[in-house]
């Protein structure tokens, strides 16, 4: 199923075109035009949502539970076409996209299930005490709330599970609030296919118009007027640490500053403990060098530095997975851009004092072939640029004397989204050394596995301190991610017929 990309963006349900256009840039395939987002877009957009919220916002969780389930149902009906373009676009493999695809469909419906249940709200009731001495007390009742209208910034590296009908947009919908999309430039005819997906639903499920609108590219003053717009009450952005931290301070300038979830990577430090290496180092090295090497590395939880214990046994380790990734061969990268990031990072590591390059190869235009390194935890500790991430499959391996020299590099991280530990049995000790520092330091602890794998689930947090996110109380995926878009509200001897329908009875 062949799809032509009109190129226009979607504002409050209808197709709106500007005069300046941009060309997309796909991997393989022909390009297409698409309009240029414009401040004036973004505005429009806006207050639509805003208008729209004062009907979504006070529907009932059956309404948004079906609405999400009809997206769900429209992004499948439009498969083929999503994939073959979402092919073209990003280099992304067609097993990967009807991948993600499904991974898409499941939150939308993960979300729908959820709210159902009604958990979320977290309802509490502290009845009257009337006749309580010295002073009585009122009837209070507390529930969690719609924010608003929410912008989502497309991802560069999930056309699809980050993007336009992506966890934040599924989750801000699943809370009530209205949705303003940034679609990302290097996926853009990957977001209108959803985009028209979404527009579908609106209308089978007669859902105000402004519940949901596309702004495609733009300069940053698109991105900037986004943000800063004063009817947005909070921003979902995956991407990286540079421009996420651009949009966070220009959220916490505003008049009303309002929060911004932002999800801005991470290096996923992997500890090799003594027993597990002992028992199952070259296994363990090939297990990382592949998922070093997944998606072309292009994960925010790619696991980017190995800690490993000097010594024979960890010389096992290093020589499976430099054979390992000597024989991965080259990857097309998301965009060119990407791409020559990739080749930056690794040129600021080959240049770095101390660091052994152990696989340095010449990359081509928009493609990745792995590299390694390796550096004695002393230099490594001096040195900072070594603990930034390389977004591609860039691994380093930083090897220290003995576990206190273990913890110490532990504790030097900053905030990541995964840490791991590799043990055994008789690694026990040192664990429980390590695991204190590791719960301060990421938002997901794993081991004995890979963190490429993130589960949509209620328990998942794809989150962690700075600058691994910008709020470290909440996650991006999972159903605890709903809850960056409510707020709660007390309600203190209001009538029950004037109460939210799910405060009432």
Known sequence: MTY?????????????????????????????????????????????????????????????????????????????????????????????????????????????????KGD????????????????????????????????????????????????????????????????????????EIVAEAIKAAVEKCGMSKGVFSLVQGGSHDVGQGLVQHPLIKAVGFTGSLGGG??????????????????????????????????ARGEDLGVGWAASLMMGAGQFCTNPGIVVVKEGTEGESFVNAALAALEAGGSQVMLTDGIAEAYSKGAARFEEAGGVQQLLTQVCDRREAKPYLFRVSAADWLENEVLSEEVFGPLGLIVTVKDD????????????????TLH?????????????????????????????????????????????????????????????RFLRPVCFQNIPENLLPEDLQG
Request: charged share 20%; net charge negative; hydrophobic share 40%.
């Open 423 to 483: 043990m055994d049995d008789g690694d026990a000790a040192l664990a429980g050394r390590l695991l204190p520092v590791l719960e301060r330091k990421a938002g997901r602890v794993l081991a004995n596995g890979f963190p490429t794998g993130v589960e949509v689930c209620d328990a998942m947090v794809h989150g962690g301190p700075y600058p691994a996110s910008t709020n470290f109380g909440a996650t991006s995926v999972g159903t605890l991610a709903i809850r």
């Open 404 to 419: 206190d020299e273990m913890v110490k590099v532990a504790r030097s991280f900053s905030g990541q989204l995964t840490a």
């Open 245 to 278: 931290k651009a949009l966070y301070d220009l959220c916490a300038q505003r008049p009303e500053p309002i929060p911004f979830f932002g999800e801005l990577g991470s290096v996923n430090p992997m500890f090799m403990l003594p027993e597990a290496i002992a």
């Open 120 to 191: 979320y709200l977290d309802r509490r009731h502290d009845k009257a005490l009337p006749d309580r001495q010295p002073l009585p007390r009122p009837d209070l009742r507390m529930i969690q709330r719609p924010i608003g209208p929410v912008a989502v910034f497309g991802a560069s590296n999930f056309p699809l599970a980050f993007s336009t009908a992506g966890g934040d947009t599924a989750s801000a919908l699943a809370a009530g609030c209205p949705v303003v999309v940034k679609g990302h430039p290097a996926h853009p005819g990957t977001g």
């Open 4 to 116: 032509t990309p009109h190129g226009k963006h979607l504002i409050a349900g209808d197709w709106v075109k500007t005069e300046t256009r941009f060309t997309s840039d796909p991997a393989h395939g022909p390009s297409h035009e698409f309009c240029m987002g414009t401040v004036e877009m973004v505005n429009a957009a806006c207050e639509a949502a805003e208008d729209a919220f004062w009907d979504y916002g006070y529907s009932s969780r059956e309404t948004r539970a079906k609405f999400l389930e009809t997206i769900a149902d429209e992004i499948e009906a439009r498969g083929e076409a999503i994939t073959e373009i979402g092919t073209q676009e990003s280099g992304l493999p067609e097993a990967r996209l009807n991948g993600e695809r499904g991974r898409t469909t499941g939150q939308l419906r993960l979300f729908a299930e959820h709210i159902r």
